[in-house]
C-alpha cells in the first residue's frame, strides 16, 4: 500500500479538503497511473453532497472523480496491454465480474457486481473505492483506456464521462444523420452531446435556461438554440423532434420536453436529478412518444468513443483549475456557469 494525496470530503457539508489515502500495490493484473487531469462532474457534486441518498449512499470520506487522464508508471507482471509512460484513461468504472450476461454484453455498467471509481466497495482494501481527485490511481487493466496522443489531455478526461454517457445514447439511438435531435441543458454533458450529435450528422438544437450560452452553442457545433423559458420559442418547435438527450442535473418539467417530440420521438435521460420528475401520461400517449434513460457506457464503448475522438479532433471544452479551487468550482457548476468542464490540473496537488 501505499500514501497518496487526494482531496476528500468528510460530509455531505464539508468542503473537499487535502487529506492522505491509501492506495493498493499493483496485483499482476493492475495498472498504476499518475493522474494528470480529472474532470469535474456533476455526478462528483451529487455524490460528495449524498444528493442521491435514497439510490446510492454516500460513504465519507469521500474523493470523487471519474474523468481521469494519466500515465502509466508500473504494471503488474501479467498486464499486457499497456507499459509505463503510456497515456491512459479511467472512467466510472474500475471493476465488474466479467462473467455475467451484461458483462459479457460490454454493458459492464450494468454488471450486478460493477465497481465504480469512487463510492463503491473496495473489494481489495475494504471501505470504498476512492476516484481521480488524487495524485494516482491502480486500476485492473482491463478498466484502463487507451488515449489518442494527439488530443489535448485536459480536453480528453472529461470524455471518460461525460463523453462516453453522451456518445452511447446518441449512437444507440441509430442512424441521426439529418434529425432533429435536441440537446437539453449545455452544461458538461450538453456540450459533448453537441459535439457527437453534430459529429454524427443531425440537426442539432440546443435548449438552454441561460441566454448567455447562446453564442457557445452555435460554435459548438449547435444548428439553433432555444430559450426553454421562452414560451413562444419553444412553442414553434413542438412536434419536430426525433430525439432529444435531456442533461439537466436539477428539477424540471420533461413534460415541455416531450412536447417537443415528433411521432415515435424518444427523449432519453442522461441527467439524474435526485428528486423523481413526473410524467404526464397523455404527453406519451398522443405520438407515441417514449423515454428512456442512459447510464454511462461500457469499456469497449468508451474505446470506441475515445477513437472516434482521437480521429475527429473532439475533446472538451475546457476551464483548467487547481485542486484548491474545487469548492468554488462546485459552486459555480450549481449557478450552471460552467464552460463547459472544468478539468482539475492534478499538478497542483503535489504542493499539498
Ligand atoms: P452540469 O455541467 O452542471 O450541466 C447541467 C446543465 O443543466 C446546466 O449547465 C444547465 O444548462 C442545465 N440546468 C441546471 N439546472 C437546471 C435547472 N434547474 N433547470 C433547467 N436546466 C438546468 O452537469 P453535468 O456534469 O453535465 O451533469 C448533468 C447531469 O447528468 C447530472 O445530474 C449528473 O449527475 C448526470 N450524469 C449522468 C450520467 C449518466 O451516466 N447518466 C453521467 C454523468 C453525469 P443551461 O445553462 O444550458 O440551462
Ligand atoms: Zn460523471
Redesign the pocket.
Known amino acids: 500500500m501505499s500514501n497518496t494525496k487526494a482531496y476528500s470530503a468528510a460530509s455531505a457539508t464539508s468542503p473537499l479538503s487535502p487529506d492522505t489515502i491509501q492506495r493498493r500495490d499493483t496485483t499482476e493484473s493492475d495498472v498504476q497511473i499518475e493522474i494528470l487531469y480529472c474532470g469535474?462532474?456533476?455526478?462528483d457534486?451529487?455524490t460528495v453532497r449524498n444528493e442521491w441518498s435514497s439510490v446510492m449512499p454516500t460513504t465519507y470520506p469521500c474523493v470523487p472523480g471519474h474523468e481521469i487522464v494519466g500515465r502509466v508508471t508500473k504494471v503488474g507482471s501479467g498486464v499486457t496491454r499497456f507499459k509505463p509512460g503510456d497515456l491512459v484513461g479511467v472512467g466510472?468504472l474500475v471493476d465488474s465480474d466479467q462473467s455475467c450476461p451484461n458483462c459479457q454484453a460490454d454493458v459492464e455498467?450494468f454488471c450486478p457486481a460493477a465497481t465504480f471509481t469512487y463510492n463503491s466497495p473496495d473489494k481489495h482494501l475494504g471501505g470504498v473505492t476512492y476516484g481521480g481527485y488524487s495524485e494516482n490511481i491502480v486500476v485492473d487493466e482491463k478498466f484502463v483506456l487507451r488515449v489518442p496522443e494527439n488530443l489535448d489531455l485536459a480536453g480528453v478526461a472529461p470524455l471518460l464521462?461525460?463523453g462516453?454517457?453522451t456518445y452511447s445514447p446518441i449512437r444507440r439511438w441509430g442512424d441521426i444523420q439529418g434529425k432533429k435531435v435536441g440537446v437539453?441543458?449545455?452544461?458538461?454533458?450538453?456540450?459533448?452531446g453537441v459535439k457527437f450529435a453534430r459529429a454524427f450528422g443531425a440537426h442539432v438544437v440546443?435548449?438552454?435556461?441561460?441566454p448567455g450560452?447562446k453564442e457557445d452553442?452555435l460554435r459548438l457545433g449547435a444548428h439553433e438554440v432555444v430559450i426553454?423559458t421562452d414560451a413562444e420559442e419553444m412553442q414553434k418547435h413542438a412536434g419536430t423532434f426525433d430525439f432529444i438527450l435531456d442533461?439537466?442535473?436539477?428539477?424540471?418539467d420533461i413534460n415541455a420536453y416531450l412536447t417537443m417530440l415528433g411521432v415515435d420521438g424518444n427523449i432519453t435521460?442522461?441527467?439524474?436529478?435526485e428528486q423523481p420528475l413526473a410524467v404526464s401520461a397523455f404527453a406519451l400517449l398522443f405520438g407515441r412518444k417514449s423515454i428512456s434513460?442512459?447510464?454511462?457506457?461500457g469499456i469497449r464503448e468508451t474505446q470506441e468513443m475515445l477513437d472516434f475522438c482521437g480521429e475527429h479532433n473532439i475533446i472538451s471544452d475546457v476551464e483548467i483549475i487547481p485542486i484548491q479551487d474545487v469548492n468554488e468550482a462546485y459552486e459555480r457548476?450549481?449557478k450552471?456557469?460552467?464552460k463547459?468542464?472544468f478539468s482539475i490540473d492534478m499538478a497542483s496537488l503535489k504542493g499539498e
Open positions: 469535474i462532474c456533476h455526478s457534486l451529487h466510472c455498467q464521462c461525460a462516453i454517457t437539453v441543458g449545455l452544461g458538461g454533458l450538453g456540450h459533448m440546443v435548449f438552454t435556461t441561460s450560452k452553442a426553454s442533461t439537466i442535473a436539477a428539477e424540471h435521460l442522461v441527467g439524474a436529478p434513460g442512459s447510464l454511462i457506457g457548476m450549481l450552471s456557469d460552467v463547459y468542464r
